[in-house]
């Protein structure tokens, strides 16, 4: 991506992203992921060695194909995300989270008890699912800032980088203290299962949103085809006739 233009906007701050309902939506997606990366660790690593009966080596082994998959995926969808498209990402993000938590809530969700390789398997979809739906929320605030009229400047930006970081630190606070308080208090299926409750919440709610937007988009691009062909014809009368 190019760097920001080095013209700045006088009038643009902070509150200007608190006054935008998508921009807030991206920053309090920006906490969930970083609270569901981060509550893996207290939660799933008491499960593996309680319940599963792991040895401490290797539940912490268990934790390497998560981090495999999250450094190959964020730079991925971070790559899509500047130079092919942003709002599909969140649908299959929240979309993929969903899939993990069920697969670890499966006990509390169907009554199916958990094996280790569920878990490999939904910390390893985890990992895609906090990619998909963390990485483009930044270039998903600028551009939304832009189409309200704001200019790409460093101020923005700079203002945008502070704000993601700051949210995406609160969820690493979040993330260890609502999974052992939720650990102790319901049993480890119960939690996951909230949590895929609430991600499939998400998923349904953004795949609307990005549905209408795209109806949206492609009404207003023909409308505005139609208003250009309108103003052509009205300066050329000879074509609107046959020619003798």
Not at 98 to 104: A, D, E, I, N, R
Not at 135 to 145: C, D, F, G, H
Not at 155 to 161: C, K, M, R, S
């Amino acid at each position: 991506p190019t760097a920001p233009k080095a013209v700045e906007t006088v009038d643009f701050s902070k509150k200007e992203i608190f006054r935008t309902p998508r921009c807030v939506f991206m920053l309090l997606i920006t906490v969930l992921s970083g609270t569901a990366f981060a509550s893996v660790s207290p939660t799933v690593a008491a499960f593996l060695h309680f319940k599963l009966g792991l040895r401490p080596a290797y539940t912490g082994l268990c934790f390497i194909p998560q981090n495999i998959v999250y450094s190959i995926a964020a730079p991925t969808f971070g790559y899509i995300a500047d130079t092919k498209t942003r709002r599909p990402l969140f649908v299959i993000g929240f979309f993929l989270m969903t899939v993990s938590y069920t697969l670890t809530g499966m006990k509390a969700l169907f009554g199916v008890t958990e094996s280790l390789w569920m878990v490999l398997l939904g910390l390893s979809i985890l990992s895609l699912g906090v990619s998909a739906s963390m990485i483009p929320a930044s270039s998903e605030i600028v551009a939304t800032l832009r189409r309200r009229g704001f200019v790409d400047s460093y101020a923005l930006n700079g203002a945008v980088g502070g704000l993601i970081n700051g949210a995406y630190g609160l969820g690493l606070f979040l993330g260890p203290c609502i999974g052992s308080f939720v650990f102790k208090s319901f049993t480890f299926p119960q939690m996951e299962a909230v949590f895929a409750a609430v991600f499939a919440v998400l998923f349904v709610g953004e795949l609307v949103y990005v549905c209408a937007t795209t109806i949206q988009e492609k009404q207003s691009a023909i409308s505005t085809r139609m208003s250009d062909l309108d103003a052509a014809i009205q300066k050329s009368p000879l074509l609107m006739g046959p020619v003798f």
